[in-house]
Every structure is written in C-alpha cells, then in structure tokens.
C-alpha cells in the first residue's frame, strides 16, 4: 500500500547549516507514527518541510503517492495535511467555541464565496458548522469551558482546542509538535485518548513529535528516531529504547531529551 506521506531524500539547510541530510521517511496510512530524537536533531524542520511552511533543497515530498513539494502550506491544509494550530492571538479574545468556528472549511462546496448571495444557504452552513464545533468541543472534553474566553482556558485546555480545531476539517493526517509539553497529567491522558479515538474510530493517521516518552510508548508505532537530520532508526518503542546507538544519542551526549 502507497504511504500515505513519503520524504524522499529530501535536504534543507540554514545558511551554511545543513539542518536536514537526504532524509526519507515513510507514514503509514492509519498508523500513529512516533518521531524522537535529540534537542536541534531537526525533527521541527522536518515538519515545516511536510507541512509546507518551508521548502526543502532538494528531494521529494508526497501525499497519498501524488508530489506536493511545490504545493503552499494552504493547497496542503486543503489536501487533508493539517499541523496543529498555536492559537493565534487575537482568537484568545473569542470563546473557546467561536475558536472551532473559526477553522476555515476543508470542503468544497463550503466555500462561503459561493453562498455568499443567498442568505439562506449562509445561515444553514453557519448551523452546520456550530452543530460540528459543539460536537468537536464535546468530544474533546471541553464542553464545559466552551463559553469561556480562549485566552482564559489553561495550558492543556489549549492543546485540546488545538486538536479540536484540526477535527473541525476532514483531516488525513495530522502533525503534531510536542503537543504533550506543559499538559498536566490529567489533560493529557485526555488528550492521548482522544489522539486514539480519532485514529481508531475516524480513521486519522498521525504523525508525533514528542519528548515525553511514556506517551510516545501508549501512543506511537513505529517510531523513527531522527538524529542530525536524518533517520538513526525505525521501530517499535522497545526496538528503539533497547537500541546502544539511540541510548548514546539521547544520554551519551550530553544533549537528553
Ligand atoms: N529558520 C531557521 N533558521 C536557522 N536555523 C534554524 C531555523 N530553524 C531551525 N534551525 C536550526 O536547525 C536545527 C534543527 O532545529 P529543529 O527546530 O528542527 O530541531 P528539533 O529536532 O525540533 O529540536 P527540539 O527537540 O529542540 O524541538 C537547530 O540547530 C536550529 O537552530
Ligand atoms: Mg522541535
């Protein structure tokens, strides 16, 4: 079966700093695929590059097998590609709901420029879209706080609005960036639950950057270290942790994770 993301020796420098070296990476379609490596190993960039904010150098990158190097960030969002949101400022002066509403349409045929002319159509969408936004805010255990200001709810309450906001599109595969960091333990085992409801029931692939390695290990399978730019190793979660090199890389260096 055809990945449904493939990085095909792709290379992205800094200036004189070769930040990515001929990476290639593979993600299933359905899995929940895991990436650790050090502090700078380059994991970020390597979502910048999957995603569309940055351009590589060189290589490839694909999408359910069709090539979407020279795409921008947005055509990407409207593929199904989605990174998870920081909540832009000015949206923490909008309710925690409003926020959800807020998540431009993935589909087509809810382009509001095309209903922009008939009133009716434009109510019936905006009544769609809050059915779904009430749904979302329920499922992911914020129903309770869905009045209050986004800028009011706590660090984790964040995270979980984040995710909510990438369940408001008909997402293929999500990206997520240390979603864990700063989530007390409570909201967190909220929010693998709901990682895993959405792969399980709605059928979402993910791809995960994390240091919190216990839920890389409920989480994750395979999980690819990366280290320099490049692929040290893929594997499950014991492959890896039992693996000398990735042991020397993580806590011979000096540079733990
Ligand atoms: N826009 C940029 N300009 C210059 N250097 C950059 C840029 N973005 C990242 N870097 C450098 O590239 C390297 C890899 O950074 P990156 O953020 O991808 O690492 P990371 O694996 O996500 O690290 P961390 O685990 O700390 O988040 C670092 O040395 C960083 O300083
Ligand atoms: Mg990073």
Redesign the pocket.
Known sequence: MTPLIEVENVNKA??G?K??NDCSIQVAKGSVTGMI????????????LIAGA?TPDSGQIRLAGEDISALSADQRFHKGLLRTFQIAHEFSHMSALENLMMVPPGQPGENLFATWFKPGVVRAHEARVKRRALDVIDFVGLYHVRNELAGNLSGGQKKLLELGRTMMTDAKVVLL??IAAGVNRTLLGDLIGNIERLNREMGYTFLV?E?DMEMIARLCDPVIV?AQ?SVMMEGSIEDVQSNPEVIEAYFGGGSA?
Do not use: Q
């Open positions: 800094f200036g700093l930040v990515i490596g050090p502090n700078g190993a380059g994991k970020s960039t390597l979502f910048n940055l960036d240390e950057i240091h990366l730019g994770a």
